[in-house]
């Protein structure tokens, strides 16, 4: 399952990832209907809802900030407004790497993804790890 932020509403991404992922996907204000969600609340839903994979452009808020968790995957775009667009592809690529292939292999990870790199880290927020884009 990918959840998107809501800052990620309304850019028709759900139609773009939807063409080559075959989970489900949803809006995080999907994930409790009726209510304001605050950044601090995530990490809680995103444990019910089960081996989810979440979608932010809110890189200061949740790169580092977010503790890694066996039940989700937090990912991180650092863009620019203008390439929002960009995320399927840049996600398709990522999910298309062997560290993050699987559900199960990008369980646990909070990742950060920008045009030239991506980082990630697990439990410990003091190892990062680093893989360029080829």
Known sequence: MIVLDEQLQGLDLEKAISRWYR???F???DLR???LIKDDSIPALLRRAKKSTFITINYSDFWLQTQASSAYCVVCFKLLTREFTEIPFLL???LSLPEFKTKKARMGKVISVTHSRIKYYEKDKNRIHTIMWQ
Do not use: E, S
Request: hydrophobic fraction near 50%; glycine fraction near 8%.
């Open 23 to 25: 989970g489900a996907i």
């Open 92 to 94: 398709r690529r990522l």
């Open 27 to 29: 809006l995080v204000n």
């Open 33 to 35: 209907l009726q209510t």
